[in-house]
């Protein structure tokens, strides 16, 4: 992996001490005395016996079901779904996994119970305590049309991934008998794809879960890899205390679209609190490039970019002859990276500041480091901007406010 700032804008001088500041909390970060930290031994503290347990169980769904449904919400669906539609958004997997249980729309519930109607399928809920809204309405339904298809045989279909020992959904697992796998106590959602949460329905989707664990691990054993995680973070909060509040994750890989949205949970609900934190856009080009690019060539300066780029795209095309000169024989990916310095260069013009993220392929193991590369940046991040990383308490709020309104809706329609 390759961290390059050189075109953020930003001076040794400027950098210095907010990157000792970022070190002294990366170092705390680290340690594991800190709340909610569980992540940042996940990779190297692997439960093998678990690990093997997930693999197994994974290739026994994928012996009985044509569709996988994963019921989750933020950080308990993301960060998989990012992974598979990274690495697998051109190939043909095992089993089809649908993740839904992030809305309230009905028509993309029913949606799903038709493919439980129509195929042979299997239901993974995914929420520590079993009361998020979204997740348990649809699980609810769900489970039903399940029920009604397999008779008592649907809870052998049915799998939780939840907390070990308290909430509704593990005592509904512990009296149906559902598999289960348990959610780390020390383990936030937005930080969960490298632990059962992620690691199950990516086995499931046929991941390789042990290459992602060895990338991830592959940071968090290296000195330097931690230490280009504090320089990000440090280059960031300076990029804001300049004024720059919003930061454009882009790529120039459409697949790369839902670890983006990933990145944008991951990022926003760390570090957005008392009134401070960087506004996390995600942007996929060259498509962007037709409907932002105008903004970021020439809107206000606002804004960085932190660009996540591969040197080697996974297919090789070649542009026919019917294109004519200059594209004619070259291959897509040519012309990509083509582009992808023509816009470097354009924005660097501008003035507009710019962080890569750069690695030599898009695999597995690369995706594990990203992954494991990000969740350190954005907790130094939260901690230089003086805010709690771990917690959401605005998101509680909303809740709180929803939930009152469903009550006195129901108190109305039974009384």
Known sequence: MNVDISRSGLSEEQIQPMLLKAEEALGVILSGTVEMTGWVSAPILRNHDELDRIIK????????????????????????????????????????????GDSLDACAINRVKEQIQKKECCLCVVSKSGTTMETLIAFSILKEAMEKKYGDAAAGRIYAVTDGSHGSLREETQREGYVSFEIPKDVGGRYSVLTEVGLFPLAVG?????????????????????????????????????????????????????????????FGESEGKDGKGI????????????????????????????????????????TPATAGAPLAGLTVDQVNNCVTRGVISAHAQAGIPLISVSQPTKDLFSLGQLIYFFELASSISATLLGVDPFNQPGVERYKQEAWEEINQLWNTKNK
């Open 57 to 100: 169980t994974a290739a026994e769904i994928q012996s009985r079901c044509e569709v996988f449904i994963v019921l989750g919400i933020g950080g308990s669906s993301l960060g998989a779904r990012a992974v598979l539609e990274a690495v697998y958004a051109r190939k043909e997997n095992p089993v089809q996994l649908i993740f839904a």
């Open 279 to 318: 506004f996390p856009a995600v942007l996929t080009f060259t498509r962007d490039l037709h409907s932002m690019g105008q903004f970021l060539q020439e809107g206000a300066p606002i804004l960085f970019e932190t660009m996540i780029l591969f040197d080697k795209a996974g297919d090789e095309v070649e």
């Open 206 to 266: 046929g991941v390789d879960v042990r290459q992602i664990l060895d990338g991830a691990e592959s940071i968090a054993v290296d000195a330097e890899g931690c230490h280009d995680a504090a320089q990000y973070a440090a280059a960031r909060v300076c990029l804001y205390d300049a004024g720059k509040h919003i930061e454009c994750f882009e790529s120039f890989d459409p697949a790369m679209e839902t670890f983006g949205k990933w990145l944008q949970q991951l």
